[in-house]
């Protein structure tokens, strides 16, 4: 069973800046991709970031420029930097790692951020 552990979340003014932590229990080369999703309250969780075993990346329109993914082999490790935060960035961020075959979602357990004026 995989193990996916967020952190790094917390409360920040808007204009500040946020690193989040999802920390795996296997090797990340054994995941087709990672990623980080986002749900706030009361709307469908939704695609932050995400990062393919090439180390290519792709994000939602609203991060873009804003948002950085990127992952650290030797520790088994994704991180999400978000700098620039708006008060709609406030949800709970989940950890994802998707491997191909066969097709199988792991999930962590998600980190809240909450972003004042």
């Known amino acids: 069973q995989v193990q996916l552990v967020e952190s790094g979340g917390g409360l920040v003014q808007a204009g500040g800046s946020l690193r989040l932590s999802c920390d795996a229990s296997?090797?990340?080369?054994?995941?087709?991709?990672m990623g980080w999703y986002r749900q706030a309250p009361g709307k469908q969780r939704e695609l932050v970031a995400l990062?393919?075993?090439?180390?290519?990346?792709n994000y939602a329109d609203s991060v873009k420029g804003r948002f950085t993914i990127s992952r650290d082999n030797t520790k088994n490790t994704v991180y999400l930097q978000m700098n620039n935060l708006k008060v709609e960035d406030t949800a709970v961020y989940y950890c994802n790692a998707h491997t191909n075959l066969p097709p199988v979602d792991y999930w962590g357990q998600g980190t809240l951020v909450t972003v004042s004026t």
């Open positions: 990062i393919f075993s090439g180390s290519i990346t």
């Open positions: 296997r090797s990340i080369f054994s995941f087709n991709r």
